[in-house]
């Protein structure tokens, strides 16, 4: 029994950890495409001076 529920436990640890892998990745590609925003609009700023 033991086995089972040890085998669960890392089953269930290693999809945990799997699914925050990717939660972060999609943060990481937000946080760029907001960069990037910003970034378009501060030349845009620049080039109206």
Not at 5 to 30: K, M, P
């Amino acid at each position: 029994m033991t086995r089972i529920t040890t085998r669960t436990a890392a089953l269930f640890a290693a999809l945990l950890a799997l699914s925050a892998c990717e939660t972060i990745e999609g943060a990481g590609q937000d946080i760029q495409s907001a960069g990037q925003t910003i970034e378009g609009e501060a030349q845009e700023t620049q080039a109206e001076m």
